[in-house]
């Protein structure tokens, strides 16, 4: 689980997205405590991305809270002329998640929570797929696992050592 973590100076540059909102219920002598749990995904729109959960008695506290934390787990991702460069399927807890290159004007073909990973990172053009476990914590952290993991031809050669032209022809 090698993730490329990122630095980014401005926080004016990242959006926000509320993935999932929960509501805990915490049986007490007094009677219920009510508490709410929020995934936050933010991204710059142009391959950073980073996600977060933040818990609080309010929603807007633990929305506030998650976008916090969201922006301490940034990563890098690359994105080539709106879609991912190659195809990835990645399992994290019961969730497993299926993300293919696609052409351009195709559309970000995905659901839930997995949409909106891909729309935050700035991919346009995808195929995704979800299979097993729906459960939204999962899914994002197995979307960001299999984006981070992705590398592009570039990358490629850098770590080879070799030129563009003998990574296609080598």
């Known amino acids: ?7 980014v100076n401005s926080d004016a540059e990242l959006k926000d997205r509320l ?3 929960n509501r805990v219920t915490k049986v007490t002598k007094g009677g219920r ?13 142009n391959g950073v991305i980073g996600y977060g959960l933040g818990k609080a008695g309010e929603v807007t506290a633990a929305i506030a809270k998650g976008m916090e934390s ?15 460069p190659h195809e990835m399927e990645v399992s994290f ?24 990973v891909l729309e935050s ?13 729906s459960n939204p ?6 979307t960001i696992e299999a984006l981070s993991q992705m590398r592009d031809a570039y990358t490629i ?9 003998k990574v296609f022809n080598g």
């Open 93 to 116: 807890g019961g969730a497993k998640v299926l993300i293919k290159p696609a052409a351009a004007g195709t559309g970000l073909k995905a659901g839930g929570a997995m949409r909106a």
């Open 33 to 45: 405590t009510f508490t709410f749990a929020a995934i936050v995904v933010v991204g710059d729109g």
């Open 157 to 165: 050669a850098a770590v080879r050592g070799i030129s563009m032209d």
């Open 121 to 133: 990172c700035g991919i346009t053009d995808v195929i995704a797929k979800s299979k097993g476990s």
């Open 70 to 84: 969201a922006k301490k787990n940034l990563v890098k991702v690359p994105v080539l002329k709106g879609t991912v």
């Open 137 to 142: 914590h999962n899914l994002v952290k197995a």
């Open 1 to 7: 689980m090698a993730m490329n973590r990122v630095r």
């Open 19 to 21: 993935v999932a909102i």
